[in-house]
C-alpha cells in the first residue's frame, strides 16, 4: 500500500495539474457549446473526473487519504446523479422525442 503513493509521485505534480485543467476545459466547452443533453450530461460528468484527479493527485503527494475519501463521496453522488439524470432524460425524450435543450422550451407553461 505504500508503494501507491511513490508510483504517483513520479509524474511531477504540474503534469496532473495540466490534464485535469484539460479535463475541465474541455467539459465546459461541451456544456456551453452543445444543444443535446446527453452529451452535456457526459461533460458535466467529465468536469467532476477532473476534479477527482486533481485531489486524488494532492492527496498522493501530500501522503494524506483525507481527500481520497472526498473522492470516494464524490463518487458517490455522482453516481446518484447519473441515475437520477438519466431517468429525467429518459423521460423527456419519451414526451418529444428530442434530447434537444432547445426544444425544452417547449415544456413551459
Do not use: H
Request: aromatic content about 12%.
Amino acid at each position: 500500500m505504500d508503494q501507491i503513493p511513490e508510483v504517483i509521485r513520479t509524474i511531477p505534480l504540474n503534469y496532473y495539474l495540466f490534464f485535469s485543467t484539460t479535463l475541465f476545459v474541455i467539459g465546459v466547452t461541451g456544456v456551453l457549446t452543445r444543444r443535446n443533453a446527453i452529451i452535456i450530461f457526459m461533460c458535466i460528468e467529465l468536469m467532476l473526473n477532473a476534479v477527482n484527479l486533481l485531489l486524488t493527485a494532492f492527496s498522493a503527494y501530500r501522503s494524506d487519504a483525507n481527500a481520497q475519501i472526498f473522492v470516494f463521496f464524490i463518487m458517490a453522488v455522482a453516481a446518484a446523479e447519473v441515475c437520477v439524470g438519466l431517468a429525467i432524460i429518459v423521460m423527456i425524450y419519451r414526451n418529444i422525442r428530442s434530447t434537444d435543450i432547445n426544444i425544452l422550451n417547449n415544456l413551459k407553461w
